[in-house]
């Protein structure tokens, strides 16, 4: 049987769009599952109580997950394979029964959201309703929606009114499938941050960012921190409130402020999805939860960085160096 994993307030338990391997039972605590309404593109907030189990039509469907998952409060869950599941359910009616009715309450939700859809404004025809789907989905970035959407749409409307767009968007989908969320991050896990070269053409913002690294290379980290959230916070440019987000958490890395560098990086990667600098945020939260002895956490946040796209190697053969390491 497996054993409970502690997970703290504001820890991301997994991310959407992860390959799905496990079911999860909360026995204490609480967790927020996070996603898109398929009708307006809000966020939709599911809370799950002690109890309760979460990840399971993924986890049985064997596709990527539908959501984030983060610990709202402080949460022990036991993580279970599978067929340990199965195995479980198999003996235990009760849980047959919860999976049961919270399966009917989400299909009931999305059915619900898809006939609103459909039926919005001219009471589109089943065809559009269905390439609208597809299309909302894209343009959310939410590429593995969309794409088993419009393979659903050519499926069914192989010579529809939408038909050659509904390629093309596929086409578009398959390609951020398959690049899913490509980064290259700066990245230095004992070395500090290189400093740029600070010439005249720079702008205001590039010279308080080369200051700013230069207070690391200084070990002056709790300086350098004000220094990163006063760009990030004036966000006059773009690129370099993005570099600062991520060094801001580094800083608390840095100071072993590593529940305050969890904390900041689960929040930052929850807005900001597609962060350049994203495979080193995983990485870090995975030295965070070492650092912290949450070794099967930093086993997942490491495990995740070597899923990241191939052109990662240098951090990637760090986090496969560090998990190597813990399963020793």
């Given at each position: 049987?497996?054993?409970?994993?502690?997970?703290?307030?504001?820890?991301?338990?997994?991310?959407?769009?992860?390959?799905?391997?496990?079911?999860?039972?909360?026995?204490?605590?609480?967790?927020?599952?996070?996603?898109?309404?398929?009708?307006?593109?809000?966020?939709?907030?599911?809370?799950?109580?002690?109890?309760?189990?979460?990840?399971?039509?993924?986890?049985?469907?064997?596709?990527?997950?539908?959501?984030?998952?983060?610990?709202?409060?402080?949460?022990?869950?036991?993580?279970?394979?599978v067929?340990?599941?199965?195995?479980?359910?198999?003996?235990?009616?009760?849980?047959?029964?919860?999976?049961?009715?919270?399966?009917?309450?989400?299909?009931?939700?999305?059915?619900?959201?898809?006939?609103?859809l459909?039926?919005k404004k001219?009471?589109?025809?089943?065809?559009?309703?269905?390439?609208?789907?597809?299309?909302?989905?894209?343009?959310?970035?939410?590429?593995?929606?969309?794409?088993?959407?419009?393979?659903?749409y050519?499926?069914?409307?192989?010579?529809?009114?939408?038909?050659?767009?509904?390629?093309?968007?596929?086409?578009?989908?398959?390609?951020?499938?398959?690049?899913?969320?490509?980064?290259?991050?700066?990245?230095?896990?004992?070395?500090?941050?290189?400093?740029?070269?600070?010439?005249?053409?720079?702008?205001?913002?590039?010279?308080?960012?080369?200051?700013?690294?230069?207070?690391?290379?200084?070990?002056?980290?709790?300086?350098?921190?004000?220094?990163?959230?006063?760009?990030?916070?004036?966000?006059?440019?773009?690129?370099?409130?993005?570099?600062?987000?991520?060094?801001?958490?580094?800083?608390?890395?840095?100071?072993?402020?590593?529940d305050?560098?969890?904390?900041?990086f689960?929040?930052?990667?929850?807005?900001?999805?597609?962060?350049?600098?994203?495979?080193?945020?995983?990485?870090?939260?995975?030295?965070?939860?070492?650092?912290s002895?949450?070794?099967?956490?930093?086993?997942?946040?490491?495990?995740?960085?070597?899923?990241?796209?191939?052109?990662?190697?240098?951090?990637?053969s760090?986090?496969?160096?560090?998990?190597?390491?813990?399963?020793?």
């Amino acid at each position: 049987m497996p054993k409970p994993l502690q997970y703290k307030a504001g820890s991301l338990i997994y991310f959407q769009g992860d390959m799905a391997d496990k079911v999860f039972i909360l026995q204490s605590g609480a967790v927020n599952l996070t996603y898109q309404d398929i009708e307006t593109g809000d966020d939709i907030h599911d809370l799950v109580q002690p109890g309760e189990f979460f990840g399971v039509k993924s986890a049985l469907g064997r596709y990527p997950r539908e959501e984030n998952a983060m610990a709202s409060k402080d949460a022990t869950i036991m993580a279970f394979t599978v067929p340990e599941f199965e195995s479980l359910a198999a003996s235990n009616t009760r849980i047959v029964m919860k999976m049961l009715k919270v399966l009917s309450n989400q299909l009931r939700r999305v059915h619900k959201q898809v006939s609103s859809l459909m039926e919005k404004k001219d009471e589109l025809d089943p065809e559009t309703g269905l390439f609208n789907v597809g299309d909302h989905y894209l343009k959310n970035k939410n590429f593995n929606q969309a794409h088993y959407v419009f393979g659903r749409y050519l499926t069914y409307y192989p010579s529809g009114k939408h038909a050659a767009k509904a390629a093309a968007n596929l086409q578009q989908a398959e390609q951020g499938v398959s690049k899913g969320g490509t980064v290259k991050p700066a990245f230095a896990t004992s070395a500090p941050t290189p400093s740029p070269v600070l010439n005249d053409s720079q702008s205001d913002t590039a010279k308080a960012y080369t200051d700013a690294t230069n207070l690391v290379s200084q070990q002056k980290y709790q300086l350098a921190y004000l220094a990163f959230k006063k760009i990030v916070d004036a966000n006059e440019d773009a690129e370099y409130a993005a570099k600062s987000a991520f060094e801001i958490g580094r800083c608390f890395f840095l100071l072993n402020k590593f529940d305050d560098c969890i904390k900041y990086f689960t929040v930052m990667i929850t807005k900001y999805p597609k962060h350049p600098q994203l495979t080193g945020v995983l990485f870090y939260m995975g030295q965070c939860y070492e650092k912290s002895d949450r070794k099967e956490q930093a086993k997942t946040f490491y495990q995740k960085v070597l899923s990241m796209p191939a052109d990662e190697e240098e951090i990637k053969s760090q986090a496969g160096k560090a998990l190597a390491a813990l399963e020793a």
